[in-house]
């Protein structure tokens, strides 16, 4: 059974940091491209960051570039996302989510191409 588990959430001041980290079972990571998302309350849930299996291949949303960094360990069958200098409007739960790519630098944005998601982690930015 393919699972995904988030963990790293908190409450933490403007300008701190954060490491999300998003453990994966039941499948091989190394052949998932893997995606964080976010949905604020009230919003829709939005594209954070994707990473592919081959590269890999990166990318960010525009509000999140020069701050956040995805990163993968197959080894470890986890993915992270670090957070820095997080702004109150970064408030939202966090999801992490894995489409099968095999072997590949492609790196899907759209979340309807995400098969398996995790439950989330809330991350609070306030003074």
């Known amino acids: 059974q393919l699972q995904l588990v988030e963990s790293g959430g908190g409450l933490v001041q403007p300008g701190g940091s954060l490491r999300l980290s998003c453990a994966a079972s039941?499948?091989?990571?190394?052949?998932?491209?893997m995606g964080w998302f976010r949905q604020a309350p009230g919003k829709e849930r939005e594209r954070v960051s994707t990473?592919?299996?081959?590269?890999?291949?990166?990318n960010y949303t525009d509000s999140v570039k020069g701050r956040f960094t995805i990163s993968r360990d197959d080894a470890q069958s986890t993915v992270y996302l670090q957070m820095n200098n997080l702004k109150p409007e970064d408030t939202a739960i966090y999801y992490c989510?894995?489409?099968?790519?095999?072997?590949?630098?492609?790196?899907?944005?759209?979340?309807?191409?995400?098969?398996?998601w995790g439950l989330g982690t809330q991350v609070t930015v306030a003074s």
């Open positions: 990473i592919s299996t081959y590269g890999p291949i990166t």
């Open positions: 039941g499948f091989t990571l190394r052949y998932y491209a």
């Open positions: 989510a894995a489409k099968y790519t095999g072997s590949s630098a492609y790196v899907p944005l759209e979340r309807n191409e995400y098969t398996t």
